[in-house]
Structures are given as C-alpha cells and as structure tokens.
C-alpha cells in the first residue's frame, strides 16, 4: 500500500510518533473550549480561541486548587450546620450524621495533607515575552519557578506542535494526539537557585499554526524538565503560536 504524501515542507522533520511525552494531551484546551463566548476573529485567532494570559500562563492540566478548596470548605461548614442540630434528630438519623462527620473528618485530613504539598511542590508559570508569535519568527518566554529551586544540571526544553487525529484503524476511538515537528535542547540554569529562566525559539516556516476552534486542532506547546532533588519538575505550557494572517 503506497503512503500518503507527506505536507510536511522539505527541510522539515517531520515525526509521526504517539504522543507519549510527559503531559497529558489536551486536558486545558477542552475546558478552555467550553468558556468561548466571543467569535474567533480570522486575522487575530488568539482574542478568541482561548483564554490566554501572558504574564502568566499556567501549566497545561493544572488544577484548580482554589475552587478544589472553596467546595471542600463549604462542605464542612454544612456538615458544621447539621451537627448543630444533632440535639433535635432522631436516634436514626443521629447515626447518619456520625457517618457524615466521619467522612468530614476524611475530607479534613486529606485537605491537610494536599495543602502541605501544595506548599511543597513548586509552582511554574510562563510569561510569553512574544505574544503572538509568528511562524518564521521569534517565541520568546520566562520560566518562572516559585519557589526558588535548587538545580543540578541542565533542563530539558522542547517545542513541539501537535495535532489531534482520528486513528484509522479505530475511528470510534476519538482523536489521537500527534507531533509533526518537535526540536529539544537542554539549558544550564542561570545560577544555583533557579526563579527565572528566558527561552528562546526560533520558529520555522511552512507549518500549521494554532488552531483551537475545530476538532481536529493545531496547537505548539512548551515542555520543560528541571532536575531538582526528588521528582523533576515536569511542565507544558500552550504557546501562542500563529500563522499571519494574509495581507
């Protein structure tokens, strides 16, 4: 079976491997779709297609500790409540109750244990000096890293673009993530504590850019590894990658 032509432009590599890289595929962008309310603009895509801060954007799959927590606090203020008229219940339903307060108490503990490693656990965000970036041009960004982390060798930073297709072999499957072009360099950090990190790429031409508001969607990313006692600090960050709009 002969294969399809590639469109990839020549001098391009191209690599058609599985996206098996260390972040989940798309877990922002969907959420990110769902609070789309203006219309895309075709010669400024970035106004519309997703909610992008530049000053600091966060990882890619990040969780919302801060709703994560209000829903656990309104939680135990209504088990608070309940409780508060435990003198005036039934015995029955006096039981239930204690069951309710022992799981409170399960939602306690492991808030505590979450908070202390939120502490912990350092927190990354990108500032996109280059907002948008061109294909053909310059992305220029900082790593930030609070707190301060020791590091002792080089990080690990790639850009990629990633497609999103349909498996062949298995279309009820959904879409699959790919990457089309990828290139990876490593950095040495700035000092012995590392807080911020400028990076620079220099983009090529003749390849799609961001493309969020189709099913099948385009989309340039920035991995970055930072070697740090204990587990590495793994983080992607979209990246406003974009074709010019025709004059």
Not at 18 to 30: E, G, I, K
Not at 146 to 161: D, I, N, Y
Not at 183 to 203: D, I, M, R, Y
Request: net charge neutral; glycine share 6%.
């Amino acid at each position: 079976m002969n294969e399809p032509p590639s469109s990839t432009p020549p001098g391009i590599r191209e690599s058609r491997e599985r996206y098996a890289l260390f972040a989940p595929a798309r877990s922002a962008l969907q959420a990110a779709r769902g609070k789309q309310q203006r219309p895309e603009d075709p010669k400024a895509p970035w106004t519309s297609d997703h909610p992008w801060h530049p000053e600091g954007m966060r990882p890619e799959g990040a969780v919302d500790a801060a709703g994560s927590l209000r829903g656990r606090i309104v939680l135990l203020v209504l088990l608070g409540l309940i409780n508060a008229a435990l003198p005036w219940v039934p015995s029955a339903v006096k039981v239930v109750i204690l069951v309710l307060d022992l799981a409170g108490l399960l939602v306690l503990f492991d808030s505590i244990l979450k908070a202390a490693q939120a502490l912990r656990h350092p927190r990354t965000r990108m500032r996109w000096t280059t907002f948008p970036a061109f294909l053909g041009g310059r992305l220029e960004g900082t790593l930030l890293v609070r707190p301060g982390q020791h590091v002792f060798s080089a990080l690990t930073v790639k850009l990629r673009c990633v497609q999103d297709e349909r498996n062949e072999k298995h279309p009820d499957a959904g879409l699959e993530p790919h990457v089309i072009y990828d290139q990876t360099f490593e950095v040495l950090p700035p000092g012995e504590t590392l807080k911020e990190l400028p990076l620079s790429f220099q983009l090529p031409d003749g390849l799609p850019g961001t493309h969020l508001n189709r099913a099948e969607a385009t989309y340039w990313q920035v991995a970055v590894r930072v070697p740090v006692t204990g587990p590495d600090i793994e983080a992607v960050f979209l990246a406003p990658v974009y074709e010019r709009a025709p004059q």
